[in-house]
C-alpha cells in the first residue's frame, strides 16, 4: 500500500484524505471497475485523485469547470504532474502567424498544407499539444473536450488505465450537451440554413444538402483554396454531420426530443444512458468519478448507463463527511410558505419583504439562488431598494458576476449553483428563494414526468440545492449563512433524507427532521 501512499503529491495528508486514498486503491486492486467518491468541498479531491492518477497511468483527469483546471495548472505542488490539452479554438495557427484559430487555420483552407508544408506534429500549436498530451502519463482536460475527442479526427485519446471526472454528477448531461443536434443559423452554413430553416426538424433531407455542400467545397478547397469565411462555415458543416448521422443512427435506440432554441430547433436525448458507454465508460479500465453530490447513487448509475456496462460487484461507493464546524455553515429557516408554480403569485412578496428582512440584518454579500431568469426577475421588479442588486442576463452573466465579487452586494444567482469558489468575503450570505428543481415546461423534463421520473426530479433538485449550499463555505475557517424562503425545500429534504450527506443533515434545523428520525435528536 506503501506505493500509492508515495504518490500523495501534497506535503501532507488533510483528514481522511489517506483513508480514502487507501480505500480507492483496494477498491481498484480487488477488481472494482468504477469508483464513485462523493466527498465535500474541503477535502482535497484534487490531491487525491492526482495521487491515483499518477498510480494508474496511463491516465486522464477530467473537470467539467475550466477555472478547476486553472486551479490544478496554478497549484505548485499538482502542475507539474499533468499536460494540459484544449479544444482547437484555444490555440492559432502558426502558419498565419497566430492571428487565425486552428480550427480555419491554413491546413483547412488550401491543399496539402500537412505534410508538405507543416509538419504539424510538431509545427502546429493544438496538434502538437495534443500529441504530448497523448504521450504523458496524465493529460488534463475538460469533461466535454475528453467527450468531444471521442468523434474527432485521429489522433485520440485511447484506452487508459484510469479516468478521474471530477464534479462528475451531472455526467450524462454534460453527454447530452455534447451530442444534442442544433439546427440553426449558428450550426449550418449561411447557404443551406437558407434552404432549411422552413423545416429544420427534417434531418434526412438536410444531411443530403449537408453532404453536397461538402463535395462542393472540398472541390473548391483542393482546387484554389477557401477564404477564411469559406474554411469556418466548411468546419461547421463537417461537425454538424458527424453529430446528424450519430442522430440518424440513434433515433430508434433513443428518445430525442426537439426544443426551440437559437431561432432555430435542437434535438436533444431525453435519456443519456444509451450514448455513455461509447463516449465514456468503453474509453478506459478503471473510473473515479469523485463530486460533493452523488446523493443517491442507483439513479445516478442508471442514468449515466453504468448498469449497462458494470456488474454490480465492480461498482463501489464511497461517503466521506465534512471536517468544516456545522457551526459556521448553518441553514436558517426563513420558510414564507410554498414558492411552487401555483404558489408563487401569493407567496412573492411574502418572499422579496423577507429577503429585504435577511439584507438589512446580515452585513457582507448576498447570493439569493433562483431556478429561473423570470423569477429573478419578478423578484426584483418588487424590490423597494435596488442598489446594489445585481441581475445577470444569460449574455452578460460573467461579466455582471466579475462586477459583484469586485463591488459587492448582492447578486441575484440563476445557475450558479455550481463552478464557484466564493470562499471568504466574496459571500457569507446565501438565500434559497425556491427550490432548484428543474422546469416542468421544459419538454424534455415533462417528457421524463410522463414517464413518472419523479425520483430523477426530486435527485436533480437536490443536487443543484446541495451544490449551491457549497459555494460560499470553501474552508474549515470560512463562515456562511444559508437562508431559505421556500417551504417545499424542507419537503423535499423529508423526501429523501436517507439519502442525504450526513455533513448535510446536520445542518438542517432539527424542527425540520423527519420525526421518525427524531431519535437521533437525543443522541
Keep these: 500500500m506503501g506505493g500509492i501512499i508515495d504518490l500523495f503529491p501534497m506535503p501532507s495528508f488533510r483528514p481522511k484524505q489517506k483513508e480514502v486514498l487507501e480505500k480507492v486503491h483496494e477498491f481498484f486492486e480487488n477488481g472494482k471497475r468504477l469508483v464513485l467518491l462523493q466527498a465535500p468541498v474541503g477535502f482535497g479531491k484534487s490531491a487525491v485523485n492526482t495521487a491515483l492518477c499518477r498510480y494508474y497511468t496511463p491516465s486522464i483527469y477530467t473537470t467539467p469547470q475550466l477555472n478547476l483546471i486553472d486551479q490544478i495548472m496554478g497549484d505548485r505542488y499538482l502542475s507539474k504532474y499533468f499536460v494540459e490539452i484544449k479544444g482547437r479554438d484555444n490555440y492559432r495557427c502558426a502558419k498565419d502567424r497566430y492571428l487565425i484559430p486552428v480550427r480555419y487555420g491554413l491546413c483547412r483552407r488550401e491543399k496539402g498544407v500537412i505534410p508538405d508544408r507543416c509538419n504539424h506534429i510538431v509545427e502546429c500549436p493544438y496538434y502538437s499539444q495534443k500529441f504530448k498530451a497523448i504521450k504523458s502519463p496524465i493529460a488534463l482536460m475538460s469533461t466535454a473536450y ?31 450537451d455534447q451530442i444534442s443536434l442544433e439546427v440553426s443559423h449558428r450550426t449550418l452554413p449561411a447557404e443551406i440554413w437558407r434552404l432549411c430553416r422552413s423545416n429544420p426538424t427534417d434531418v434526412r433531407t438536410i444531411v443530403g444538402l449537408v453532404e453536397n ?3 462542393t467545397k472540398q472541390s473548391k478547397l483542393d482546387d484554389s483554396g477557401l477564404t477564411e469565411e469559406e474554411a469556418k462555415e466548411f468546419e461547421k458543416a463537417r461537425e454538424w454531420l458527424s453529430k446528424a448521422l450519430r442522430f440518424l443512427e440513434t433515433e430508434v435506440l433513443a428518445e430525442w426530443v426537439w426544443l426551440d432554441r437559437n431561432g432555430g430547433k435542437i434535438a436533444r436525448p431525453v435519456y443519456s444512458r444509451w450514448f455513455m458507454e461509447n463516449f465514456i465508460w468503453g474509453r478506459g479500465e478503471r473510473f473515479l468519478i469523485s463530486t460533493a453530490t452523488i446523493i443517491k447513487p442507483k439513479i445516478w448509475m442508471y442514468e449515466n448507463g453504468a448498469d449497462l456496462v458494470f456488474d454490480p460487484g465492480e461498482i463501489a461507493f464511497i461517503d466521506v463527511g465534512m471536517t468544516f464546524p456545522a457551526e459556521n455553515r448553518q441553514i436558517v429557516d426563513m420558510s414564507i410558505g410554498s414558492m411552487g408554480y401555483s404558489e408563487q403569485a401569493s407567496n412573492l412578496d411574502s418572499a422579496v419583504r423577507m429577503f429585504e428582512y435577511i439584507r438589512g440584518t446580515n452585513h457582507g454579500n448576498i447570493a439569493v439562488h433562483f431556478p429561473s431568469y423570470r423569477l429573478a426577475q419578478e423578484f426584483y421588479n418588487r424590490l423597494s431598494n435596488k442598489d446594489g442588486v445585481y441581475l445577470p442576463t444569460p449574455e452578460n452573466r460573467d461579466v455582471v458576476l ?7 452586494g448582492v447578486l441575484f444567482a440563476v445557475a450558479y449553483h455550481e463552478g464557484q469558489d466564493w470562499k471568504y468575503d466574496t459571500c457569507t450570505v446565501q438565500v434559497l428563494a425556491k427550490t432548484l428543481y428543474p422546469d416542468t415546461t421544459d419538454p424534455i423534463v415533462r417528457r421524463r414526468l410522463e414517464r413518472g421520473n419523479y425520483q430523477w426530479l426530486m435527485w436533480v433538485a437536490l443536487v443543484k440545492c446541495i451544490q449551491a449550499y457549497g459555494r460560499a463555505i470553501r474552508a474549515e475557517d470560512d463562515r456562511m449563512v444559508f437562508y ?12 429523501n433524507w436517507s439519502s442525504l450527506p450526513s455533513w448535510f443533515r446536520e445542518v438542517v434545523p432539527k424542527n425540520r427532521w423527519p420525526k421518525k428520525y427524531s431519535k437521533e435528536l437525543n443522541q
Design 146 to 176: 475528453y467527450i468531444v475527442d471521442a468523434y474527432l479526427e485521429p489522433p485520440n485519446f485511447g484506452n487508459r488505465n484510469l479516468i478521474v471526472v471530477d464534479e462528475g454528477h451531472m455526467l450524462a448531461e454534460y453527454v447530452a
Design 213 to 215: 455542400y461538402l463535395k
Design 402 to 408: 466579475n462586477e459583484w465579487k469586485k463591488n459587492g
Design 484 to 495: 431559505v424562503l421556500d417551504e417545499k425545500f424542507w419537503d423535499l429534504l423529508r423526501r
